[in-house]
């Protein structure tokens, strides 16, 4: 049986950033720091390789980098379009924040980016 493995560009896509992006967050956060980016599953020739079952892991370790000043960073774009739609509906940062981790919980499968957009769906505008 073969597994199926993603590497730092499956990774990047799967978070809606760059290749560039993991690379510098697997560089600033080693296994020693406060905030160890999750080490990968395998190594193929000197690559990285994730069982594509823990990106919710790793965007949850996104989710819990410190930002710039206070407030924990600007959140993803996706993050940020479900934010506008949730107020849109009525729903509080806080309210939105706990609904989308629900939500994350319940379909671990989804990355943030797909949860956000499905969401978003449902919301309706």
Known sequence: M?????????????????????????SRYPPDSDHPFPGPDVDVDGSPGWRATRL?????????????????????????????????????????????ATFAEEFPQMTEPELCAWLIERFGS
């Open 2 to 26: 073969v597994e199926h493995y993603v590497g730092v560009l499956g990774v990047a896509e799967a978070m809606s950033v760059t290749r560039h992006a993991v690379h510098k967050w697997r």
């Open 56 to 100: 919710q892991e790793i965007v949850q370790w996104r989710d819990g980098l410190p930002g710039r000043g206070a407030g924990g960073g600007r959140p993803t774009a996706a993050r940020q379009e479900y934010f506008r739609a949730a107020e849109r509906r009525g729903l509080d940062r806080d309210e939105a924040i706990r609904a989308l």
